[in-house]
């Protein structure tokens, strides 16, 4: 009997996995375990909400491809509507490929310059798992982020927004501190030379 449960349970895990669908369609040991968890927990949540599918491609080199062929062997297996994350380290290449319908939802530019691009690493040896982690999950939470603010929809799994009255009133705090060290170096340089 016992052997029997154990048996349906294998089963029933194994069917889930061949259902369910995977939105991390290659990960050539570029992601964190916990990141492509994460990646898929949340493309599942905008799919169920917005019906659009983001998926991602990691991989280590394009190997005897060129970019436009290695993204095409991927993109003519995917539904519309649906944005892919693509990166091929060796080739330190990143992508953004959006359905028609996708494209509209969110500005590709602006989350490759605001959400990537800051966050890779200028040194090759810098590029770890955990660093490649970092900037494809803020990319790919921006672009899941944008997509339910265009459908006016709220994420469950998104991260927290920033909240411009907190980011203003730090910033001004900053400035204000900076300008009183200086004048506070002022009056001491000022007084240690009379």
Same mark, same amino acid.
Not at 42 to 64: H, M, N, P, Q, R
Not at 161 to 188: D, H, P, Q, S
């Given at each position: 009997?016992?052997?029997?449960? #154990?048996?349906?349970?294998?089963?029933? &895990? &194994?069917?889930?996995?061949?259902?369910?669908?995977?939105?991390?369609?290659? =990960?050539? =040991?570029?992601?964190?375990?916990?990141?492509?968890?994460?990646?898929?927990?949340?493309?599942?949540?905008?799919?169920?909400?917005?019906?659009?599918?983001?998926?991602?491609?990691?991989?280590?080199?394009?190997?005897?491809?060129?970019?436009?062929?290695?993204?095409?062997?991927?993109?003519?297996?995917?539904?519309?509507?649906?944005?892919?994350?693509? &990166? @091929?380290?060796?080739?330190?290449?990143?992508?953004?490929?959006?359905?028609?319908?996708?494209?509209?939802?969110?500005?590709?530019?602006? @989350?490759?310059?605001?959400?990537? @691009?800051?966050? +890779?690493?200028?040194?090759?040896?810098?590029?770890?798992?955990?660093?490649?982690?970092?900037?494809?999950?803020?990319?790919?939470?921006?672009?899941?982020?944008?997509?339910?603010?265009? #459908?006016?929809?709220?994420?469950?799994?998104?991260?927290?927004?920033?909240?411009?009255?907190?980011? +203003?009133?730090?910033?001004?705090?900053?400035?204000?501190?900076? &300008?009183?060290?200086?004048?506070?170096?002022?009056?001491?340089?000022?007084?240690?030379?009379?």
């Amino acid at each position: 009997m016992l052997k029997m449960l #154990k048996i349906g349970i294998l089963s029933l &895990f &194994f069917c889930t996995l061949a259902i369910g669908k995977p939105y991390v369609l290659e =990960n050539q =040991n570029q992601l964190l375990d916990k990141t492509t968890n994460f990646m898929e927990i949340l493309s599942d949540e905008v799919f169920e909400k917005t019906g659009v599918s983001l998926y991602v491609v990691a991989l280590e080199s394009l190997g005897t491809m060129n970019l436009e062929e290695q993204e095409q062997e991927y993109l003519k297996n995917l539904k519309s509507p649906f944005v892919l994350l693509f &990166f @091929v380290r060796q080739e330190k290449k990143i992508d953004i490929r959006a359905s028609k319908e996708a494209e509209e939802l969110f500005d590709k530019k602006s @989350v490759y310059w605001d959400y990537i @691009v800051p966050l +890779i690493p200028k040194d090759d040896k810098e590029l770890t798992k955990q660093n490649v982690s970092a900037f494809l999950l803020n990319g790919f939470v921006d672009i899941a982020d944008r997509i339910a603010d265009s #459908k006016n929809i709220t994420l469950e799994h998104g991260f927290p927004k920033e909240n411009k009255g907190v980011k +203003i009133a730090v910033r001004t705090t900053l400035y204000v501190m900076l &300008f009183v060290l200086l004048l506070l170096f002022l009056f001491v340089y000022l007084r240690r030379n009379k």
